[in-house]
């Protein structure tokens, strides 16, 4: 069974522009979390999706956002990027509420 | 303050050794996840336990809830155990759904 895919590997942009990520949650799963790994803060919880609606959110501007499609796959929107967003950005999948998470192998992405 | 502690930040273990990391917390959680990350960046999620004990293999992780502190151990650790290990407790009744972080233990076993 596939585990959670997110792309791109990597992502390399300038200040001002937008970035897309996107992640496919495991099959069966309806909730997909996203975190942020920037270098020296550790994991920071930025979202949380279940069935199509945004449940959570963590404390990032709004330039963050995303949204969860009908077959559960997310995607996240970075806006007016900054340097400091430079970070691994991670997605996590489980069957819905209170259930173990399975990590996706992380976005990289570089903001110049 | 931080939520979710762990001690120690960093661990040096020769091969063999049992190797014993912590985790305390402050919060009201409804289950604690154990996380394994290798360099690459990649996250494994080795345990999730809201009570007693669960093992897999030569990683065991206990949980007691009065005292708001967990432990993962590994008995006869090898270099491939080096990584950095994270514990991150799910929110009381996870109705925020998400995880709280400890800051990890970077763990090297030399051989």
């Known amino acids: 069974e596939a585990g959670v895919t997110q792309s791109p590997t990597h992502l390399i942009k300038t200040r001002g522009q937008q970035a897309t990520l996107r992640c496919s949650p495991i099959s069966g799963h309806t909730s997909v979390y996203w975190y942020q790994q920037a270098l020296g803060l550790g994991l920071q919880f930025l979202l949380w999706y279940d069935e199509g609606e945004e449940r959570n959110r963590g404390n990032f501007p709004p330039r963050f956002s995303g949204r969860q499609f009908p077959n559960y796959s997310s995607e996240l929107n970075v806006n007016a990027l900054e340097l400091e967003d430079s970070a691994l950005y991670l997605c996590?999948?489980?069957?819905?509420?209170?259930?173990?998470?399975?990590f996706g192998p992380g976005t990289r992405l570089t903001v110049l | 303050k931080n939520e979710v502690e762990q001690s120690p930040q960093n661990l040096t273990a020769q091969e063999g050794e049992f190797i014993t990391i912590n985790c305390s917390y402050s919060v009201g959680i409804s289950a604690l996840h154990w996380l394994q990350q290798h360099p690459g960046g990649g996250i494994v999620s080795l345990f999730m336990l809201s009570s007693g004990k669960k093992k897999h293999g030569r990683l065991i992780a206990t949980i007691n809830i009065q005292e708001k502190h967990s432990s993962l151990h590994i008995t006869a650790s090898h270099p491939r155990d080096s990584a950095v290990y994270i514990c991150?407790?799910?929110?009381?009744?996870?109705?925020?759904?998400?995880?709280?972080f400890g800051k990890g233990t970077k763990l090297s076993v030399k051989p």
């Open positions: 996590a999948s489980s069957f819905s509420l209170g259930n173990e998470q399975f």
């Open positions: 991150a407790a799910l929110n009381y009744g996870g109705s925020q759904g998400n995880l709280i």
